[in-house]
């Protein structure tokens, strides 16, 4: 591969018009969009609204004038077409940690015999979701709540009779394997079981079909390929035909029936509305339905498909410059079995990554040895890709990576 296939992968691009639609540094190629998406222009055009006018000027007039009591279904709903679910299924709140509570419980609850106490899911998963289920089972005791945790290939087999739920993440946060969520549903449900699955590192960047694979539950993040900003509220999905018949433990008054009638009983809403707990985050909230306006009109399948390119792309520039004697590849080699990523282990990971962010190139480090490069296909190119590489492959044949400087450890990797 050379730099004029790479041009012309450029100007094929059908996406190439939505980089400018990004506030990115000029110098910087941001790696790192599966860790915390890149600013819209418009998210912030929306926050000097939403600030000045909305909260400055209209004040708690805004809560009807400006709809925001809504925005948690609004938001859900413009997730839920990039999802495969249906407006009502959907809506945007909390972090998923808390999310993963409210339907893990309810799922536990729903199902709940002594017999039917598992919560099942796999030993490398996302550690929040693992903390979540022991918590869990710690509040509610191992007779009513087990949490079991297999390999990520013995899933399959770790689901039975006694499973109540199933709880798994689409594309591995670490290694970027994808999973077969259809054939996981279909096994959990032969067993009576539900599914809950984490969209993290899905939403946004790939064609996710919820309804036709008969996922129960789902939880996915706003603040990576979704571009919603740090901290921004994350999303929720039942089912239609669960919603009713669901009792989640969060049972604050913005899942009540009637929030306003001021009731000193607790009378759940009947819709996905009884997932919501407290009143939202407006602000962050605004900046996701802003963000969101961008994938009104994009094509998941192309999206994907660029996906799947740059990470082909990037992989093969490694295995051309010789690099993979250094950097053993983690993620799947075929990119249909992969996510929006690539993790490589090596002895020094969190020095090549900082020496490359010094260089302008924002990649990411994972304990205790990866280093993580995440594709954007809205705003990263081919050429990002090719530079990259040229860098990395600079400081690996420079040994530059073994400078002390670039051993100091920060808080946030
Ligand atoms: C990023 C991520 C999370 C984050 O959870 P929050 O509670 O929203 O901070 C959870 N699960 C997975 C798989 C993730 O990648």
Redesign the pocket.
Known sequence: MVVDDIKTLDQNDPLTSYKAQFALPDEVIYLDGNSLGALPKRVSERMEETTRQQWGQDLISSWNKHQWVTLPQRVGAKIAPLIGANAEEVVCCD????NLFKLLAAAITFNGTHVRNRIVSSHD??P??LYIAQGLETLLGSERCQFVDVAEDELMHAIDDQTAVVMV?EVN?RSGKRLDIAALAQKAHQHGALILV?L??SAGVMPIHLNQWRVDMAVG?TY?YLNGGPGAP?FLYVRSDLLGNLQQPVAGWFGHSNPFAFAADYTPDQGIKQFLAGTPSVISMAAVDASLELFSDLDMEQVRTKSMQLTQVFHELIEQTGLTKTLTLLSPLSANERGSQLSYAFDYAYELCQALIARGVVADFRAPNFIRFGFAPLYNSFDDVWKAVELVQQVIESKDYLQPRWAQRQTVT
């Open positions: 972090s998923i940690s808390v998963n996302f929040t979701d993440t946060f984490d993290a590192h993040c990576k994350a």
